[in-house]
């Protein structure tokens, strides 16, 4: 599984080496805009990029934004870290006049640093991030694809003979937003913040970022934003840990996406789960081969 992990990341490098440049999509959020701190992630190919150091923010007209710009975390493909997986972009920009404005991230080096880093709570509409950021960030669908933020995809418009599937998703969506905030866990379906993850990487579509996001905050801490909800829908302790076993890789591509410190907390808690899941059906299924 790692050889062919590391052959896709290899077509990924080549598909993605010659990009300079790529162009986002920044959307007010909130009423009463004003000067925003704009926060969000950058998902990079593997074998992309290396220095953080070589990103710059420009607005449309080419004028370069003070941002601060960090990586969140390195690939780690074969257990080598190796190139940067996500960056942390944060600066300031005034939407008081204009609500959608599109900016472009450069792999050069920066001209105008900025050091300090806010906490993303500050940059939500609510503390509980339920409504999700003042300033949405939207990035095109074959970048995110490319990235492999939440595996290996292919954008909507190459679907082709997959299309009816797509128009299958596009007709139940509406449908899926009636549970979005249900503390029952069998209306969750365990991957559901995922499936909306990927439909928003292969189609770029706001909507599926909203519900995404909205999604991973409900999975993730269930309305507290003090802390982690670590399970918290009805059903019980073991089924909670199953539905963490399946909804984790959605909150750590919003930790990606996002850069929320408690997501990396519910991700680690959700290995642990995870973890302890796959011990316990190791022994179940040690214990009924005895059996027979």
């Known amino acids: 599984m790692l050889a062919g ?40 190919p593997p074998g992309f990029h290396s220095d953080p150091r070589n990103v710059r923010v420009v607005d449309a007209t080419g004028q370069e934004f003070s941002a601060a710009v960090r990586a969140l975390e390195p690939w780690r493909i074969g257990g080598r870290e190796e190139s940067i997986r ?12 204009q609500r959608t404005q599109r900016i472009k991230i ?29 300033i949405m960030a939207l990035l095109p669908a074959a970048w995110l694809c490319d990235s492999w933020i939440v595996g290996p995809q292919t954008p909507a418009s190459k679907s082709g003979q997959y299309r009816p599937y797509d128009e299958f998703v596009e007709r139940n969506f509406p449908g899926s937003l009636a549970y979005l905030n249900s503390q029952v866990y069998s209306e969750w379906l365990f991957d559901r913040t995922t499936a909306y993850y990927k439909m928003f990487a292969r189609t770029g579509d706001k909507k599926f970022f909203e519900a995404a996001y909205h999604a991973a905050h409900a ?6 934003a003090a802390a982690p909800q670590r399970g918290g829908h009805t059903g019980g ?12 890789p959605a909150v ?19 290995d642990v789960a995870s973890t ?16 027979r």
């Open 5 to 44: 992990r590391a052959a896709l990341s290899t077509k990924s490098s080549v598909t993605s080496s010659r990009a300079t440049e790529i162009e986002v999509t920044l959307e007010g959020n909130a009423p009463n805009l004003g000067r925003e701190l704009v926060n969000f992630g950058l998902p990079l």
């Open 86 to 97: 996500s960056l942390l972009i944060q600066f300031t920009s005034d939407f008081s006049r």
């Open 106 to 134: 450069l792999f050069q080096r920066r001209r105008k640093n900025e050091s300090n880093f806010v906490p993303v709570t500050e940059t939500l509409i609510n503390k509980d991030g339920l409504d999700g950021p003042r």
């Open 219 to 224: 999975a993730a801490y269930g309305g507290n």
């Open 237 to 248: 302790a073991g089924i909670s840990g199953t539905r963490f076993h399946c909804d984790h």
């Open 252 to 270: 750590h591509a919003y930790y990606q996406g996002a850069h929320d410190r408690r997501s990396a907390e519910v991700s680690s808690f959700a």
């Open 276 to 291: 302890k899941i796959a011990k316990r059906q190791a022994l179940a299924a040690d214990f009924a081969d005895k059996r």
